[in-house]
């Protein structure tokens, strides 16, 4: 895996980035249909480990279009998919490295991560998976045909985070007009984070994680798609007044909650009108929503 350090190219990235910029009207003409989508939540998290190219697999295999994974940075600079800040959660880092302690993302080269068991830690028949490298993730989405809910993790922990992952999908066919049409959306819980999206890429869909007041509202719709809050903070007058307002490319905002394991709870908040569910379980809310609209 080649290094790309962070600075390297940002003259001609930006120059690059700016002239593949879509129109609104082209990048989000109408596409979306009026069913709740279902998100594979770090892949199809219940059934093999999460933020891995199996949980990917997993996904496609319940015949899941869209999955959801989370961006950092290693200390020589590369992208990897991991939602813990730590390592120790979802690898065998402590082993490996006892002596690094906490095991941050950000103290360890990709190199080192490459040696540790991303798998195990599920269960025996994962053993050897390994932390994946977002190019190494695009593939395998790619490979399957499926979409991306990009989430950008503690982007405050890697300044200039947003530009390198732009960066790395346009290298990766991933802002070609066909990709940002129908298959990519950057999330994050940082909102200054996807301001720098929309800077840059203003035809990318964009979504913040959270549940800004009903008053602060046209704020966040002048930078984003997507207002994404917890499922305990859904109820129907916040989905209306989320779909009162108009995002950046002119369309309602919509509410994609998470995460939602349980078929029942699915259903009752679908129908206080979500436009999407992420969930450990796809398979189970996609039933469960398809039961209940049958």
């Given at each position: 895996?080649?290094i790309?350090?962070v600075?390297?190219?940002?003259?001609?990235a930006?120059?690059?980035?700016s002239?593949?910029v879509?129109?609104?009207?082209?990048?989000h003409?109408?596409?979306?249909?009026?069913r709740?989508?279902?998100?594979?939540?770090?892949?199809?998290s219940?059934?093999?480990?999460?933020?891995?190219?199996a949980?990917?697999?997993?996904?496609?295999?319940?015949?899941?279009?869209?999955?959801?994974?989370?961006?950092?940075?290693?200390?020589?600079?590369?992208?990897?998919?991991?939602?813990?800040?730590?390592?120790?959660?979802?690898?065998?880092v402590?082993?490996v490295?006892?002596?690094?302690?906490?095991?941050?993302?950000?103290?360890?080269?990709?190199?080192e991560?490459?040696?540790?068991?991303?798998?195990?830690?599920?269960?025996?028949?994962?053993?050897?998976?390994?932390?994946?490298?977002?190019?190494a993730?695009?593939?395998?989405?790619e490979?399957n045909?499926?979409?991306?809910?990009?989430?950008?993790?503690?982007?405050e922990?890697?300044?200039?985070?947003?530009?390198?992952?732009?960066?790395e999908?346009?290298?990766?066919?991933w802002?070609?007009?066909?990709?940002?049409?129908?298959?990519?959306?950057?999330?994050?819980?940082?909102?200054?984070?996807?301001?720098?999206?929309?800077?840059?890429?203003?035809?990318?869909k964009?979504?913040f994680?959270?549940n800004?007041?009903?008053a602060?509202l046209?704020?966040?719709?002048?930078?984003?798609?997507?207002?994404?809050?917890?499922?305990n903070?859904?109820?129907?007058?916040?989905?209306s007044?989320?779909?009162?307002l108009?995002?950046p490319?002119?369309?309602?905002?919509?509410v994609?909650?998470?995460t939602?394991?349980?078929?029942?709870r699915?259903?009752?908040?679908?129908?206080m009108?979500v436009?999407?569910?992420?969930?450990?379980?796809?398979?189970?809310?996609?039933?469960?929503?398809?039961?209940?609209?049958?």
């Amino acid at each position: 895996m080649r290094i790309r350090p962070v600075a390297t190219g940002v003259t001609a990235a930006l120059m690059g980035l700016s002239t593949l910029v879509l129109s609104p009207s082209a990048a989000h003409a109408a596409t979306d249909d009026h069913r709740t989508v279902v998100f594979a939540h770090r892949g199809a998290s219940a059934y093999a480990p999460e933020n891995t190219l199996a949980s990917i697999d997993a996904a496609h295999r319940l015949g899941i279009d869209w999955v959801e994974n989370d961006v950092q940075r290693t200390k020589d600079g590369e992208l990897v998919i991991l939602h813990d800040n730590s390592l120790a959660r979802t690898t065998d880092v402590e082993q490996v490295f006892p002596d690094r302690a906490p095991w941050n993302v950000a103290d360890f080269t990709l190199n080192e991560i490459e040696k540790l068991d991303a798998g195990s830690w599920f269960g025996q028949k994962f053993e050897g998976e390994r932390v994946p490298t977002l190019e190494a993730y695009m593939d395998e989405v790619e490979h399957n045909g499926q979409k991306l809910l990009m989430e950008l993790k503690s982007p405050e922990l890697y300044p200039g985070i947003e530009l390198q992952t732009l960066v790395e999908l346009r290298r990766d066919g991933w802002l070609s007009k066909s990709h940002v049409k129908r298959r990519l959306v950057i999330q994050s819980f940082n909102a200054d984070a996807i301001k720098t999206v929309h800077f840059f890429r203003s035809d990318v869909k964009t979504g913040f994680l959270g549940n800004p007041t009903v008053a602060d509202l046209p704020k966040y719709a002048e930078y984003c798609d997507q207002i994404n809050p917890n499922h305990n903070a859904v109820t129907r007058d916040y989905v209306s007044a989320v779909h009162g307002l108009k995002g950046p490319h002119g369309r309602a905002l919509e509410v994609h909650t998470w995460t939602v394991d349980d078929g029942a709870r699915a259903v009752k908040v679908a129908e206080m009108g979500v436009d999407g569910i992420i969930t450990n379980k796809p398979d189970v809310v996609r039933d469960a929503l398809a039961g209940a609209s049958g």
